[in-house]
């Protein structure tokens, strides 16, 4: 059978409930949508994505990223970006992701002699051809994610080969940043990291940009060129999605929610997560405890 078709299979016995699922492996885990999911706010981290069937979109400022069977996506930081997903008709939207971890990339770097194709046109997200090679690698990992002790000893090296192909591919600029922090968008990336990190301590633009080593002025115009964002909305999207995640996934209260990511005002808090996701955060609570 055609690889797709073979991961997809896999997938699907590994992901039988619509959403996502951690797998025997950390950081690699699987998405089946049986329904089509219109364009939402999500956080996406430091990843490659390979579509089994079905199709997905993000879009990072007004310029959108398509990724389906036939093409997989690269991030190398932290971002909150829209995402719509659309199953094919009759079967659902089957993925796999595949965190990236700084260390293996870094590895690979030394290993490979790896020089980067043009730093200035690097981006922190983009969407590229699947190669014979890395679909490979990705059907042999979900084949490995059943058994535990499979996944524990084989696991790690089919990540490592499907790395090593991501980063040999056309998005090998945007993996590199994963590990790197040369360059204008590597400065970035490292700063997006740093706010994801700590997202809910007292973040100041004049701080950051003095830890990408560039003026205010000149960080504010490489941060929008790399996200298409301004700092301070990249702090509050980021606060806010890891604010749902509290409410939906850990049940904690509104005002919790609000003083654990950073906000001093449950009633600001409130106001922005309304503006952003659609609902209020004690509707999206409410979901979780009903």
């Known amino acids: 059978m055609p690889q797709s078709t073979e991961l997809a299979e896999l997938i699907s016995q590994l992901a039988p409930k619509s959403g996502q699922t951690a797998t025997a492996i950390p950081g690699v885990t699987v998405s089946r949508f049986d329904e089509r999911i219109p364009r939402t706010p999500m956080m996406y981290s430091p990843s490659v994505i390979v579509i089994a069937r079905g199709r997905k979109s993000v879009w990072l400022g007004e310029e959108r990223f398509d990724y389906d069977a036939n093409n997989y996506l690269v991030l190398s930081a932290p971002m909150p970006m829209d995402c719509e997903a659309t199953p094919t008709p009759g079967e659902p939207l089957l993925a796999l992701t595949i965190e990236l971890d700084p260390i293996t990339v870094g590895e690979l770097l030394l290993d490979t002699d790896h ?12 969407a590229t051809n699947v190669t014979h090679d890395l679909l490979d690698a990705a059907t042999r990992l979900a084949s490995v994610l059943n058994s535990p002790l499979h996944a524990r000893i084989l696991g790690r090296q ?9 980063l040999l591919g056309p998005q090998g600029d945007t993996v590199r940043m994963v590990a790197t922090s040369s360059g204008r968008q590597g400065q970035i990336a490292r700063v997006l990291r740093r706010i994801h990190d700590d997202y809910a ?3 100041d633009v004049s701080s950051l940009a003095r830890e990408a080593n560039m003026g205010t002025s000149t960080f504010h115009h490489a941060f929008r060129d790399v996200t298409s964002t301004t700092p301070l909305q990249y702090i509050k999207q980021t606060r806010l999605h890891r604010a749902r995640t509290l409410l939906m996934s850990e049940g904690v209260s509104v005002q919790e929610a609000a003083y654990s990511v950073g906000y001093v005002s449950p009633s600001q808090f409130g106001r922005e997560y309304r503006r952003m996701f659609g609902v209020s955060p004690a509707a999206d609570r409410a979901l979780t405890t009903a």
């Open 115 to 126: 020089r980067p194709t043009d730093e200035k046109q690097a981006r922190v997200v983009g």
């Open 158 to 166: 089919i990540i490592r080969e499907i790395v090593f192909h991501a």
């Open 201 to 203: 301590s007292e973040l």
